[in-house]
């Protein structure tokens, strides 16, 4: 079965890290790219960043470049996504999402369930 | 940046009638458009790509057109499991970004 199944929630305190994984299956990992893409409570969805899970290369919005690091464990076909120094208003649902191509990265045709970040003193 | 504007923020229609979503582009991205659905308790569904390329499984009552700068998603007749939240994406260049999302529900 063709899947992405993410780890669970968290609560974490401000300006600590959080790690969030995704671990793919049903299919040939590295032939696919991965996007990160949150969504704030009662919001809209926000694309982070990517990875290719062929060669490691990502993108990452300019938003969050420099806090994020998205990266894989392809032994493991998992991707994770670090997300550093965060803020109240990083409390949001964080998804995984594959490409729908293997052959053109951009639209997200598998995604994940979504985690539950929660930052709070 | 490329910024996407979605239009109206919510649509109210009655099931059977025909639905019309519009996205709009700040610069050219061609055909480089994606549209999703989003309903609560599931999982994200992908549409629509290249701006009018049904994804596997998307009944035909889902259509998409436009290039350049406008778009539309038309649902030809709503059906219940219709009413949802739904999003462009813009895929033109590596720095991807969604619209705020219009949703359609029930009059």
């Known amino acids: 079965q063709v899947q992405l199944v993410q780890s669970g929630a968290e609560v974490k305190k401000p300006g600590t890290s959080v790690k969030v994984s995704c671990k793919a299956s049903g299919y040939t990992f590295s032939s696919y790219g991965i996007s990160w893409v949150r969504q704030a409570p009662g919001q809209g969805l926000e694309w982070m960043g990517w990875i290719s899970a062929y060669n490691g290369n990502t993108n990452y919005a300019p938003k969050f470049r420099g806090r994020v690091t998205i990266t894989t464990d392809t032994s493991a076909t998992t991707v994770n996504m670090e997300l550093r120094s965060l803020r109240s208003d990083d409390t949001a649902v964080y998804y995984c999402?594959?490409?729908?191509?293997?052959?053109?990265?951009?639209?997200?045709?598998?995604w994940g369930r979504g985690t539950l970040v929660t930052v709070s003193s | 940046e490329i910024v996407m504007t979605q239009s109206p923020a919510t649509l109210s229609m009655s099931p059977g009638e025909r639905a019309t979503l519009s996205c709009r582009a700040s610069q050219s991205i061609d055909s480089n458009l994606a549209w999703y659905q989003q309903k609560p308790g599931q999982v994200v569904r992908l549409l629509m790509y290249?701006?009018?390329t049904r994804a596997t499984g998307i009944p035909a009552r889902f259509s998409g057109s436009g290039s350049g700068t406008e778009f539309t998603l038309t649902i030809s007749s709503l059906q219940s499991e219709d009413f949802a939240v739904y999003y462009c994406?813009?895929?033109?260049?590596?720095?991807?970004?969604f619209g705020q999302g219009t949703k359609v529900e029930i009059k």
């Open positions: 290249g701006a009018s």
């Open positions: 994406q813009h895929y033109n260049n590596w720095l991807w970004t």
């Open positions: 999402a594959r490409d729908y191509s293997n052959s053109h990265a951009g639209f997200l045709g598998l």
